[in-house]
């Protein structure tokens, strides 16, 4: 049976929406400029051999609508590749590339654009990180939603509500699915600000060392003016600081501005192949996508969601935690980071050992792609050979994806 492998991994720099450097551009454009990237790294690979384009986006309307992977391949003139966009919002683009790896092992292609793609700055209207607008949420859910606002009013601990009997809310917002993982597992404002300025320190000794000039694609904007470094992570960040930040979603709560990521622009782009069909073009991989997994759990505490498909990725490549050299949690927020680490038995020096998305972002449609990128930069820096990239998704889910380093 085929493997599926990495021979390209490229990135774009991640702007702060609204106000960040990418602003600008189109998701559309940028998910090009992603894609001709990767491509680029490969210049032996005729387009036409590709077989799909699969395009991670979170909320895929307005200018992230119209199937935009299909627009993205007429862009660049690529009308032969077909398109789809996936959404899994965090896991979007990790989705896709679960989907590349699928179709290689049944044999149905040998070559795949994994990818990913979200400007927040461009939304038409921002309902919140994997939210959605009240207009389309099925109202069978109020009553849960009138629960959530009451327990955020009084911080109380959480409690499942299917043990009540009750649906849990599925539209709660991710800064509050946060709080209620911080006080049920007793995350302190403490902790989860430390490992916020550890985020903050690791990029800022990475991008010292010039570890991310070897996946970050420029994008030049339309002025001429070129975008090469990402807009978050700020130099000498200190716990005393940090600690100063107001809570941001419940009045007596733990999640500030400094531990949690910040709203962004960005994409992805991965080029996945069959390892017969890069030796055939003489190519040498990257990495092996070894496993995937996706699981569910309440939408309430979406943020434990890495800890049970961590451990059905695991144990489908019939390996355990200890085996791994390197690990990505996205850090959606660092008060589920921790429990989820913590639950899993990981060792922090090996995890976001070059910063994670509160320092870089979070570009929802890219991150998938992004860590993943990132992930194989860091085995090859750190001269590891195995390593694990996982997240939370909004709606109550997790993904894990496990790579082998080749090269």
């Not at 307005?62 to 996936?86: C, F, K, W, Y």
């Not at 496993?291 to 019939?318: D, F, H, N, Q």
Request: aromatic fraction near 4%.
């Amino acid at each position: 049976m085929a493997e599926a492998v990495i021979v390209a991994a490229k990135r774009t720099p991640i702007g702060r929406a609204f106000k960040g450097s990418l602003t600008s551009m189109r998701p559309d454009d940028l998910a090009a400029v992603a894609i001709q990237a990767a491509l680029s790294d490969v210049p032996g690979v005729d387009p036409r051999l590709l077989e799909d384009l699969f395009l991670g986006c979170a909320e895929p309307s307005a200018e992230h609508g119209s199937n935009m992977a299909r627009i993205v391949s007429v862009l660049m003139g690529q009308d032969h590749l077909p398109g789809a966009t996936v959404n899994r919002f965090c896991a979007s683009s990790a989705q896709t590339t679960a989907m590349a790896f699928h179709a290689i092992k049944s044999g149905e292609g040998g070559a795949f654009i994994s990818a990913g793609v979200e400007c927040v700055s461009r939304y038409a209207d921002f309902a919140g990180a994997g939210g959605s607008a009240e207009s389309t949420q099925n109202p069978i859910f109020a009553d849960a939603q009138a629960r959530s606002a009451a327990m955020a009013e009084s911080n109380d601990v959480w409690t499942d509500p299917r043990e009540q009997g009750l649906l849990p809310d599925a539209y709660l917002a991710m800064g509050q699915t946060a709080e209620n993982v911080a006080t049920s597992r007793g995350i302190s404002r403490q902790r989860q600000d430390e490992w916020g300025v550890s985020s903050q320190n690791r990029a800022e000794a990475a991008i010292k060392a010039g570890i991310f000039d070897f996946e970050i694609a420029p994008v030049t904007l339309a002025d001429g003016s070129v975008v090469s470094t990402d807009d978050g992570p700020r130099a000498g960040v200190a716990l005393e600081k940090i600690s100063t930040l107001q809570p941001v979603f419940r009045a007596d709560g733990t999640v500030t501005a400094g531990n949690c990521c910040p709203l962004n622009d960005g994409a992805a782009a991965l080029v996945i192949m069959s390892d017969v069909k890069a030796k055939e073009l003489g190519l040498t991989p990257l990495a092996r996508v070894v496993a995937t997994a996706a699981s569910g759990l309440s939408p309430e505490i979406m943020g434990l969601g890495p800890v049970e498909a961590s451990r059905k990725a695991l144990a489908r490549a019939g390996m355990s935690i200890s085996d791994m050299d390197l690990y990505e949690i996205n850090e959606a927020f660092a008060a589920q980071v921790l429990p989820s680490a913590d639950d899993l038995g990981m060792d922090y020096d090996k995890l976001n050992v070059h910063g994670g998305a509160i320092a870089l972002g979070h570009p929802f449609g890219a991150t998938g792609a992004r860590i993943t990128t990132t992930l194989i930069n860091a085995l090859r820096h750190k001269d590891g050979q195995f390593g694990l990239e996982t997240m939370c998704v909004g709606g109550g889910q997790g993904m894990a994806v496990i790579f082998e380093r080749l090269t």
